[in-house]
């Protein structure tokens, strides 16, 4: 049932969002979920797998804002 609710999720999402969440999945090896609304305000997501990588992802975002 999930993977159902899954796929209804992607259907719904724009083509370049999809591009875009493939695009950052490749770069950093995390999955990367995008939600972005009509007015194109939204959120980002990132699934970690250990703190290893959660920590590389809190470097890079500081290091780079």
């Known amino acids: 049932e999930d993977e159902k609710i899954k796929d209804k999720m992607k259907l719904n999402k724009d083509s370049n969002i999809l591009s875009l969440e493939s695009d950052v999945r490749d770069k950093i ?25 959660l920590n590389r992802l809190i470097e890079v975002i500081k290091q780079n804002y």
């Open 29 to 53: 090896g995390m999955n990367v979920h995008i939600n972005n609304r009509k007015n194109n305000s939204g959120s980002v997501s990132f699934d970690y797998k250990d703190l290893d990588q």
